[in-house]
T-cell receptor, first 116, second 116 residues
Framework: AQKVTQAQTEISVVEKEDVTLDCVYE???????LFWYKQPPSGELVFLIR??????QNEISGRYSWNFQKSTSSFNFTITASQVVDSAVYFC?????????????FGTGTKLQVIP | EPEVTQTPSHQVTQMGQEVILRCVPI?????FYWYRQILGQKVEFLVS????????KSEIFDDQFSVERPDGSNFTLKIRSTKLEDSAMYFC??????????????FGNGTRLTVT
């Protein structure tokens, strides 16, 4: 069975501070994908990044960066110089192949509040 | 960029009534999903659908739920007799066939269902 743990329920930072959102996953599958989604107050789910289990390179996209550590089963997300618009709930998700389609397990989410 | 569209954005219904939530997946996608998010909780898998049949369903997806692809574009979720605990945000998602498990799920903006 798959499991995704986001231990931080809520985080508050002051604008321009850096913040890291933690994600720890469990799976017995050797092929899997990890995702981060953003859910702003308006409620939609916005895809941020996908990473497969064979690619441990860190990735940077503007102010966002992701640190994938297979040895610790973690896929952490850092926002540099946070902005008020970053305020949202962020979900980490794990996808494993299942009969040709995806079976996705979401974490419980981390609510980030960026204070101006 | 193509989008998954869901209608209505908000549906209010009385307990015991039937509701149909509608989704138009991205046109070249062939795998479809419904997820549910009870307010403040994590996103939960309901059902996956491919080639006009259910691929997998969760224990949440009981006999009160059904899905259908009535034509070439729509994908619907029906709840036959709604209960108070069905109140949630319902997300439709789709993914590519060729990369069924390595492409991100594309989510719609969700339908907020309120059962009174």
């Amino acid at each position: 069975a798959q499991k995704v743990t986001q231990a931080q329920t809520e985080i508050s930072v002051v604008e321009k501070e850096d913040v890291t959102l933690d994600c720890v996953y469990e799976t017995r599958d050797t092929t899997y994908y990890l995702f981060w989604y953003k859910q702003p107050p308006s409620g939609e789910l916005v895809f941020l990044i996908r990473r497969n289990s064979f690619d441990e390179q860190n990735e940077i996209s503007g102010r966002y960066s992701w640190n994938f550590q297979k040895s610790t089963s973690s896929f952490n997300f850092t926002i540099t110089a946070s902005q008020v618009v970053d305020s949202a709930v962020y979900f980490c998700a794990l996808s494993v192949p299942s009969g040709g389609y995806q079976k996705v397990t979401f974490g419980t989410g981390t609510k980030l509040q960026v204070i101006p | 960029e193509p989008e998954v569209t869901q209608t209505p954005s908000h549906q209010v219904t009385q307990m015991g009534q039937e509701v149909i939530l509608r989704c138009v997946p991205i046109s070249n996608h062939l795998y479809f999903y419904w997820y549910r998010q009870i307010l403040g909780q994590k996103v939960e898998f309901l059902v996956s659908f491919y080639n006009n049949e259910i691929s997998e369903k969760s224990e949440i997806f009981d006999d009160q739920f059904s899905v259908e692809r009535p034509d070439g574009s729509n994908f619907t979720l029906k709840i036959r007799s709604t209960k108070l605990e069905d109140s949630a945000m319902y997300f439709c998602a789709s993914s590519d066939e060729g990369n069924a498990y390595n492409s991100p799920l594309h989510f719609g903006n969700g339908t907020r269902l309120t059962v009174t």
